[in-house]
Structures are given as C-alpha cells and as structure tokens.
C-alpha cells in the first residue's frame, strides 16, 4: 500500500554562509596485519574512556581481531581473535558489551576480548542501540538483541509488505525506521511495520544512496537519487513530507554514510575520499581530503570533538584523526560542581548531548562505580550527587552506541567512621492492606562503638518513611500496603550518618505486594519407603502465610505427568491413600499443588517417595538338632523379587524372644554362628528379619523350630 504525500524541493547553492572550515589530518593508529588489519568502519569510545573497535584480517585465524586502544593513541591491545570476519562497525551496549554483525550473524564481544556468536542465521546489516536498552538490526525483517538473555527475536516481519529493507535507525519516540524495495521496484521509506510508509517519487529518485540519519531537529535525513542526479533529503515524520535540500553536482562528492556531530552539522566521506559537510539546510561544503576508507565508511566523533575514521593508510589500513579547525566541541559534556569532595558533602552533576543522534536518537546510558549515576539518560540535566565511601569515581555517559563523556570526582575521608547499611522485607510477598517490617542493619567499618541515628526508607525515589537505630543498629520501619497496587516494587535504606559516622545506603531489594495472601504447602508420605504393592499415605496442608484463615479450594497430587489424585481442602487439609502396585520401584518426586482460591495465591511443595522392591528371607539352621554346648549356624537369604541384583544391608536374628546377633547381607546371604551353652536345653522358634536398605523393603524368614539336646 501507497500513501501519497506532499513533496517540496528547495535548491540550496552554498554561498558561504556556513562557517569556512579545513580539516587536519594525522594517522591516531596503523595496523600492521599481525594486530589486525583492514578495518571497514570506525571504533567506538566507551564508558572506561578507551576506543574499541574490530579488523576483517588479522589475528590467529586472520579473520580479524577485537582492539583495545586509547583516546591518545598508546596502549594498542589486540583482545581476541575471530573465526569469522566481522562486518563493518560495533556498538557500545548499556550491559558493558560491544555488539556487531558478520555477514551472516550478529556476535557480542566483552571488554575482554570473548566473543559469543548469538545467531548464525540471519543475514544482517547495521545494528543500533533502542531507547529502550535493547538492539536491533536488519535483514528482511526487523531483529531484536534482548540484552538480558542474548536472545536474537524476529521482531517485526516484513515490514510494510517490503521485499528488502536494510539501514534501520530510530526516532526519539522509539520508532524504527529503514529503507525498503518494493514489488514494483520503488525505493520507500519504512516505519516500524508499515504505519508510516514513503516511496519516492519516480525517476528523480530511483535508488538509495545513504543510510538515514536522524538529525538534530529529530527528522530524518539521507541521500538518494538516480545514475544522473542525486539528492540531499529530510524527510519529517509527522507530516510525511518529503524536502530536496540539496542537489549534488556531477563534480561534488557523494557520502553514502553521514554522522551528526556537536555542531549540528552532518559530516561524511566522499570517493575520492574527501571529508564532506553538509548543514540540515543543505549547504554543501569540501573540508579536504582524507585517509580513510571511503564514501561507505561512517565517521564517529570523540569525546575530544575530534572525528575518527577507519580504513585507508599503509598495507593494512589504519585508523585516521581529523581535527577541525575551527574545532568542534565535544559532543558529550560532563560537568561536576566540584571534583574534589569530603565524605558527607555533595556535589551537582551536569550533562548535555550536542548531535549524538546517529543511528539512535537521544539513547543515552550512564556507567559508574556511583550506584547514583546509572540507567537510561535524556539528553541534558542535573543531579545531585552524594557518594559515600572514600576513593575515587568515574562518571560515564555514552549516546548512540558510540560516542561517550567522561568525568571524575575524588572523594576524601572526613574523620568518620565508614559504614555499611543491608534492608531486609518481611513478610516477602505481602499482601495489600497488611504491614511489612522493613529493617535495616548499620554496621561501622571498623570500631565496636554502634552508629546512631536514622535511616531512611524509600521505593525508588519516593520516600516510605524513617526509624531510628536501636543500640545494635538496627532501625525497623512497619509500612503498610493500603492503597497501593499488586506488583514489585524496589525498597531501598539510606543511613543518614551521624557525628561519628559516615552515611551509607544499602543495595536494593523487592518486595512483591499482591492481591491475595500468600499460602504455603507442606506435604508428607507415611511411610516415605514403600515396598511395590503396598500403599502410601500422602497427606497435604495449605497454610496462610499471614493471619489464621484456613485455605480452601482443591490440591493436585502428581508425579511427573501421572495426576494421582486430586483433593478437595477440608480444614486446610486433604489425604488419599494410594497403592503401589505395578509402579517400578524407584524415588518419585511427587507434587502437591494448591489451586488457589479467593483469597489465598496458589503454591506448591513436593517431596520424595521411594518404592522399594519386595524381597524374601529364608532361614536355614544347622545342625538341628543341636547338642548343648555346640555351635549353630544360622544362614538368612535374602533374595530381590522380580529383579535378579542382589539386596545388601542386615539380618536380625533371633532365637525365641532374644535377640542373638545381627549380620550383614553379602552375595544373598547373612550368616551367624552361635554357641549353645548357654541355651537350655529344649525346642525354640529361630528367625532372621531383614531391615531392608534403600532400595529393598524389609521381610521375615519363616518361623524354623531348633531342638537343642
């Protein structure tokens, strides 16, 4: 399906209104082929302040390499080698991995050097990061990277009916956007699956020629045209139009990849190669040329404001700095208040992102060894910072995968005594309407003197309430659940410190509040060893985990697959008595589940019931009779039925009411030699019992009657 739009074009000749720019340009790494060579797109400046990027050749299978380098240039570090070639370029994810793209396959890659193949399949083209912490990238549909697993998702199919799409980037608002051909061979601008949908018109455009970008007012731009003319575009999408900024002359250089960079301005790689300008209104401008790897090679700028570019120089390929001059600033600022603070003061954290939208607009994630700088950032804003422990910290903010600003505080001992602060939540899931016992426990670094004070307790940044320490340091807060809805929710302690003592907060906890009260299941076998064709009592009790109701509803009993029974409460309770009969002997786990009711969540237990195969004794005596003052010998055997292996633990014997002896089962049999002397003389019923071991269930030989003479 079509849409029709409004389309505009506004010829743009550059008449020096832009600010007249030249470039220097210095080789920042050469790749000499055993550390890598023939890089195809630049690296990326993580969160540790380093550049990291990867090689097609090179390294122990020369299929290229992972590298580490730093933001000066020193410190090359070759981390790992591929088995593959990697394609193109990396982006930096909010887990600390780096993610990229075989021509077939997407591969995360640690700070280390691992690398990981997370799919094999799919053949893939530029991957970014999404606002929403996870990445995408193309093929013939739109994949998903879940970071939390790995997993690689077949996100949206066939995007709006098109047979190929290829150069995915997305919008602020998290819709993602791409190139794609049609059935009639158009080339047509794509969202999502289809709900925004923009062909170009025929033949002024008639084929892609550079992966979109988002710029700085948040609309895509690119270029695209014809063999004979093509175009600099910004398409809006809200009102899905379509505007020709600037048409390239035949003697002017085409980039077919641009990076936004702090000064609002697009900047990308012509043939031949030389470094292109262009501003969002589509002024055209040639900064000089460039070593790098040509029209197709993107640019990333760096914290310095400097670009990057990978690709040309020497045999091997080479990554290239080009300064510009007038400069551009970093597109990524930090700024602390103070940079130098004593435990217990704070200082504020300022940011702003200049450009940096790129492939992903205003994805921005903070990194520190400060649990107060994390998650997911906008593109400008201040904290307040309060770091407790002595020592140094960094502070990180990386945008689009690529690019990221960096700053550092140094925090100073006070005098006081450092603590620790641990919260625990009982009861844990609770139910709404019922109070919870939040507690946390301050302990000092060193010292027996016990912190005082308060604690604070909060849900994120809401606060729940505070409690004063007690004289072990502890600080119990009741808060009560009216009023709020089921779900999970974050529960924090933060100890405000004291004259002698230095504040601390605890690491986060959850508590789950529900709607139901939650039960709990205990479920016993009498007896837990059964042997095969005799019966087991199997008895289950719901109980709630809060006040004194009594369950009711229906428990199942199960055993893998096998439904044994399933049981209607009475009193909390239900029981059934099952028999054994035909099942192999074995362990069994057997389960109780708790169907819930009204007003008690469901729950389960299990325990474990051991059939035990049936087994015979047999008693044997000699010599009988026997004269008084002789030795007699008592033979058990102890045998398996239905099973050849032989039973193994111990017989009892005994000759009328006393017991004489006991022996241990080997081969069969269990044998115990007595002497008569003691033993009056008369007639007397011998037996053997056999205890059973964990597999075989016990049994009696036969009464055997001995005359002693």
Request: aromatic share 8%; proline share 5%.
């Amino acid at each position: 399906m079509r849409r029709s739009f409004q389309y505009t074009v506004i010829l743009a000749i550059f008449c020096g209104s832009a600010i007249a720019q030249t470039a220097t340009v210095t080789t920042f790494y050469q790749f000499n082929g055993t550390d890598g060579g023939g890089p195809q797109g630049p690296p990326v400046e993580a969160a540790d302040g380093n550049i990291y990027g990867v090689t097609t050749e090179g390294g122990t299978n020369n299929a290229g390499v992972a590298y580490r380098i730093s933001l000066s240039g020193d410190g090359y570090t070759a981390l790992g080698s591929f088995t593959t070639s990697p394609q193109n370029t990396i982006v930096a994810a909010r887990d600390g991995n780096f993610y990229g793209y075989f021509q077939t396959g997407v591969y995360r890659v640690t700070p280390q050097g691992v690398v990981t193949n997370l799919d094999s399949q799919v053949i893939t083209q530029n991957i970014i990061p999404g606002v929403d912490g996870n990445l995408y990238f193309v093929s013939s549909d739109i994949y998903q990277i879940v970071l939390a697993t790995g997993a690689v998702n077949d996100y949206i199919a066939d995007p709006g009916g098109a047979l190929s799409i290829e150069n995915i980037v997305e919008t602020s608002d998290g819709s993602l956007w791409s190139y794609g051909n049609t059935t009639d061979g158009d080339s047509c601008i794509i969202q999502d699956g289809g709900g925004g949908f923009y062909c170009f018109p025929s033949p002024e455009y008639g084929e892609e020629f550079a992966a979109m970008i988002v710029g700085p007012d948040g609309q895509l731009y690119g270029t695209a045209g014809d063999s004979a003319t093509v175009y600099f575009f910004k398409y809006n999408t809200s009102t899905e139009v379509l505007t020709t900024l600037h048409t390239f002359a035949t003697d002017e250089q085409v980039p077919t990849s641009y990076l936004l960079a702090s000064d609002g301005n697009f900047y990308g790689i012509g043939n031949e190669p030389i470094l292109i300008r262009m501003t969002p209104s589509g002024e055209y401008s040639e900064l000089g040329s460039v070593p790098v790897g040509g029209s197709e090679v993107p640019l990333v700028q760096l914290s310095d404001g400097s670009l990057l570019g990978a690709g040309g120089g020497g045999d091997y390929g080479g990554l290239s700095k080009i300064v510009l001059d007038p400069p551009l600033s970093p597109p990524i600022l930090l700024s602390l208040g103070s940079t130098s603070l004593i435990q217990g003061n704070n200082t504020t954290l300022s940011w702003s992102v200049s450009g940096m939208y790129g492939g992903s607009a205003g994805y921005c994630f903070a990194t520190s060894n400060d649990p107060e700088w994390s998650g997911t950032k906008p593109l400008s804003g201040q904290i307040t910072l309060t770091p407790t422990a002595v020592g140094g910290y960094q502070y990180a903010l990386t945008c689009g995968g690529t690019t990221s600003g960096l700053t550092s505080l140094t925090v100073t001992s006070n005098g006081k005594v450092n603590t620790s602060t641990s919260v625990q939540v009982s009861p844990n899931p609770v139910t709404i309407g019922s109070n919870a016992a939040l507690t946390a426990t301050v302990t000092p670094s060193s010292g027996t003197t016990m912190p005082g004070g308060t604690v604070t307790f909060l849900s994120g940044s809401t606060t729940i309430g505070s409690a004063a320490l007690n004289s072990s340091g502890t600080a119990t807060l009741s808060a009560n659940t009216i009023g709020l809805a089921p779900g999970t929710y974050t529960v924090t302690a933060k100890y405000n410190g004291s004259s002698g003592f230095n504040p601390s907060t605890s690491a986060t906890t959850q508590i789950t509040v529900t709607s139901k009260i939650v039960s709990s299941v205990t479920l016993t076998a009498t007896p837990a060893g059964v042997v095969e064709g005799n019966k087991v009592t199997l008895n289950a009790t719901v109980s709630p985990t809060q006040g004194n109701g009594v369950p009711t509803g229906t428990v199942k009993l199960s055993t893998g697959s096998q439904i044994i029974a399933a049981l209607t409460l009475s009193s909390g309770s239900a029981s059934v008595t099952a028999s054994t009969a035909g099942i192999t002997p074995g362990s069994y786990t057997v389960t109780a589940a708790y169907s819930g009711s009204a007003g008690y969540q469901p729950s389960s237990t299990t325990t474990t019931v051991t059939v035990e195969w049936p087994t015979t004794t047999t008693l044997s005596v000699q010599p009988n009779p026997v004269v008084q003052g002789g030795t007699l010998t008592l033979v058990a055997t102890v045998a398996r039925t239905g099973n050849s292996n032989e039973p193994t633990g111990t017989v009892q014997f005994k000759v009328g009411s006393n017991v004489v002896g006991s022996a241990s089962v080997a081969g069969g049999t269990a044998s115990l030699s007595i002497p008569t002397g003691a033993i009056s003389q008369g007639t007397y019923g011998v037996t053997a019992a056999y205890s059973g071991d964990a597999d075989d269930g016990a049994s009696n030989s036969a009464l055997v009657d001995v005359k002693i003479d």
